[in-house]
């Protein structure tokens, strides 16, 4: 079938007026003698839909229902274009005329219901600059505009690569559309259309800044979806939404942290900032429901450090890796299992712990209370069982995290660190050269398990799979940790396996083995890419890594040669 740019084109033949696209049937155009098919193939659902999202975007294309929307576009060579757009079911209308015939074209719409076919082509380079958008509601809404020619954003949303095809959600007409969230008027029905755009794509991001399109992040790749922001625009999405006491911070600091929720969008973690083109929004989706360790494809054995009554879990990756979602799921683990006070500090509170067996209080830094550190010393008073904070950020509330956890409480936290080993070296270092001795001991009996995770792409392109390394407390973990030998702890880690401990490398390996990601794509994240390629295609030599029985005699031989010295020494 024809590109859409081919068939526009047709509007500017003489006596040409208008070019309509109805799901089934042929492309055709209305001139002084009817209608007339200009391409011999039927249009689809899927055709119209992409066109439409070149033309208007993606987000506007998702608002078409029985009831029909008009937009209002300019296209190189044609001026003012008028489009009309209406969906009943699985068949869809689009009719492109002259802006001089849009008035004919909306009642046409209505009117004629099975008027003639559609089917314009993927997204071709139309040169629109985008919509003063019209609805039929009275609505103000804000300036769409297009970029330059030569801009490297182009209008359209870029057809998708074969990699990318995959991961890439259905068309928005091809999906039930829900309606805005019923909290937002004005220019915000067109934030929350946005979020909603992401939410039904399984997007785990949407960005929003001042002159670039919309951008969601699919399966950890961001992708521009519909046409250019201007400042003016995003100012009128963002700043409606930033809650009143944060607006000086926003103002003199040029960014702040909260949450929005409304029932019909469900909950997400806001970001909003000042940058060189103007503000800049990060919307991070928060699920709908709390997830569980299963959902999460993280190992099952992690839950058996939610039975400790004192000491500290802590989970640790990079930003956006889900650490917050691990927390959350062994929160509600603990919420189901347990009748344990849990208080949590967050900044700010991601997700909603509902009403189960235990009793969860959740406190928010801003709202609820002045900082992690203040939270914390006010905790001890609160008789709370477990206590959770959203981050060790500072020294100060790791130094209130370790006494909590030695005065009879079970916390849990998380940290930006990249594995196990170095999360225990950052906890130490924390604090000044006269203190670490102290925190070493503090640690060596009170630390019961640390989870560090990577989110990667999945084998079939369509989401993320965690790989994580488990640490958990053991006497041989707490006397390295006490002597200092935290840099023997890879060696402990190698060797550990009956203590329960889960190497990075293996469970990558243990991923690629399953077909859930591919090996290039884990070769990428491990630390030993050569050591990860032998042990999965079974190319591993006995010098690599010892056999298990080996493994377990060294270590005896080296416990009994330690021993002999200490006897010898004294």
Known sequence: MKSLAELLRHLSRPGVTELTLATGRPPMIRGANGYEPVDPTAATAEDITRALQAMVGVARASTVTETPVQWSVNATGLGSLSIAAMRRGDLIHLRLSRAADAGAVAQAATARPAAPAPAPAAPAPVQAAAPSYRTPEPVPAPAYRTPEPAASQPYRTPEPTVAQAAR???????????????????????????????????????????????????????????????????????????????????EREGSCDFSLETPEMGRFRVNVSRQRTGLKGTFRLIAREVPTLESLGLPADIA??????????????????????????????INRETSHHVLT????????????????????????????????????????????????????????????????????????????????????DLFPPGDQQQVRLSLS??????????????????????????????????????????????????????????????????????????????????????????????????????????????????????????????
């Open 445 to 570: 009996s009170g630390l019961r398990l640390i989870v560090s995770q990577r989110l990667m792409p999945s084998a079939d392109g369509k989401g993320l799979v965690a790989a994580a390394e488990v640490l958990p407390g053991s006497v041989s973990l707490g006397n390295l940790i006490r002597d200092n030998k935290t840099f023997q702890i890879p060696s402990l880690q190698q060797r550990g396996k009956s203590l329960g401990i889960i190497r990075f490398e293996d469970s990558l390996a243990d991923l690629v083995r399953a077909g859930k990601v591919k090996l290039e794509v884990a070769k990428g994240f491990a630390d030993n890419p050569d050591e990860l390629e032998a042990v999965v295609t079974g190319k591993r030599s006995g010098a690599t890594v010892a056999a298990p029985e080996t493994q377990q005699d060294s270590a005896r031989l080296l416990s009994k040669m330690g021993s002999l010295m200490g006897r010898k020494g004294s």
């Open 304 to 333: 058996k450090a939610t039975h400790h009554h004192q000491g500290l879990i802590v989970i640790t990756g990079p930003s956006g890796h889900g650490k917050t979602s691990t927390l959350a799921a062994l929160v509600d683990l």
């Open 168 to 250: 890439v959600p259905a068309p928005a007409a091809a999906r039930p559309v829900a309606a805005p969230a019923r909290t937002f008027t004005g220019a915000g029905r067109e934030l929350a259309v946005l979020l909603e755009e992401g939410r039904r794509g399984l997007a785990s991001d949407v960005h929003i800044i001042a002159e670039r399109p919309p951008l969601f992040r699919f399966a950890g790749e961001l992708m521009a979806q519909g046409p250019v922001l201007d400042a003016t625009t995003v100012e009128k999405l963002l700043l409606p939404v930033v809650p009143e006491r944060l607006r000086p911070v926003l």
């Open 345 to 428: 500090v967050e900044d700010p509170v991601e997700f909603v712990h509902p009403r189960k067996r235990a009793l969860i209080s959740q406190r928010e830094v801003g709202s609820h209370t002045k900082t992690f550190a203040s939270a914390l010393k006010g905790s001890l008073r609160e008789d709370p069982d477990v206590i959770v904070v959203g981050e060790l950020r500072d020294t100060e509330t790791v130094r209130m995290a370790l006494s909590a956890a030695e005065t009879g409480h079970l916390l849990i936290s998380t940290m930006n660190t990249p594995s196990a080993a170095k999360t225990i070296d950052r906890l130490i």
